[in-house]
């Protein structure tokens, strides 16, 4: 009687397919390269500005440089951030454009390896290229700064390759893709979910430290301390001008500043938009949440 073992092949590969899927990195684009042109590298510093980079990536002890060490307190652990300056040996002085790309949108490193999700790379996720590119080019201008940011601070069983199932199941937790017939209300939902990532904070995570989809902007607690919601039930009565004004200095529709690391937050990333991208995030947060 002749064997059917060949039947069961594919099935017995199902598993080692999807692992070889799930460990292995997308492939490095080489399309995209760094530019030196003054227009693109002056948007690459506003969007470093706008995307809040120097709360996280300020210097220990060197609060004008990008080159790292601050601990990011979480319910898994203190995660050190890393160097970005063009220090070749301990920032990313080395990386292509196709590999920092990689590294934003889907947290691995040049070598393939996973980043822990500390990293909002799910957030940025969303960027479109030019974005990423003139970001990662003006990046590439600034004075290398040797500095080795301190190791992790996470228990022995969270290890980079478990990141893996983690990315496959954060998939499932994603907001639902809308359509907003408004320019200004879809430029502050890129701002706001995407480049700013704002959710990274503001939205609740599950036991594994998933932000939930369904539950957008509606607070937080993290690292022991309560993040505020910015949803519609949050807002309230918060009309576009209070948003827009609490970006500008902190102030709040009740006459108080706000408080804690959103203090930062103002000072190094909000305050410093444009009229128009401030606008933008005003009109996504007290016009269009309001109707869902």
Known sequence: ?????????????????????LFMPPPISDKLEFSDDAETLARGEYLVTAGGCVSCHRGVGNEEAFSGGLGLESDFGVFHVPNITPDAETGIGGWSAGEFARAMRHGRSPSGGFYFPSFPYR?????????????GSWLMTLEPVRF???AHEAPWWLIRPAIA???????????????????LV?????????????????????SLGIPVGNREFAGAELGGDTVEAIDAAALGEWTFDNFDLFLLIGLKPDGEFVGGDMNEVIEYNTSRLSDGDRDALAAFFTRHRRED
């Open 123 to 135: 957030s940025y996720a969303g960027l479109t290229d030019e974005d990423v590119v003139a970001m």
């Open 1 to 21: 009687m002749k064997s059917n073992v060949w039947l069961w092949a594919p099935v017995a590969a199902s598993p080692a397919l999807a692992a070889v899927i």
């Open 165 to 183: 199932g983690w990315n496959l199941l954060a998939g499932f937790y994603q907001p639902p893709a809308e359509e907003f017939g408004d320019e």
């Open 148 to 150: 080795e940011a301190p």
């Open 186 to 206: 879809e430029r502050g939902a890129y701002l706001a979910r995407n480049l700013g990532h704002c959710g990274e904070c503001h939205t609740p995570r599950n």
